[in-house]
């Protein structure tokens, strides 16, 4: 299993990050191997989520390639290479429905990727 992958919903847990999803999009999409999906309540609780990551990826010498959304915090975008992570304002993540969007994408065990 992907080491970044774990790091990221780690660090998205840690926040206390909703409804975290992963899509393995090896095949799918050349963009990432795995897209992490999750929500939080409101704009600060996804600005924390988003800087947690940027912390916990900086930390472990990984750079951070792209960020985008941070100070309107309704879709934040990280993008740490292999995994782009969406961190959605409760209201976007129904409305943008990215599970739905990328529906060919299978989803990813994430007790398997904690516990290991």
């Known amino acids: 299993m992907n080491k970044h992958l774990k790091m990221v919903v780690e660090a998205i847990d840690d926040k206390r990050g ?34 947690e990551l940027k912390k916990v990826v900086q930390k472990d010498g990984l750079e951070i390639k792209r960020l985008e959304g941070y100070d309107q915090a309704r879709w934040v975008l990280l993008d740490v290479g292999d995994v782009v992570v969406h961190i959605f304002h409760k209201d976007e993540r129904l409305y943008y429905n990215l599970e739905k969007l990328w529906g060919d994408a299978s989803i990813v065990d994430l007790d398997e990727v904690v516990t290991q």
């Open 18 to 51: 909703l409804q975290i999803t992963a899509l393995n999009m090896e095949g799918i999409s050349p963009i990432a191997d795995y897209f992490v999906i999750c929500h939080g309540n409101s704009e600060k609780q996804v600005q924390a989520i988003a800087h």
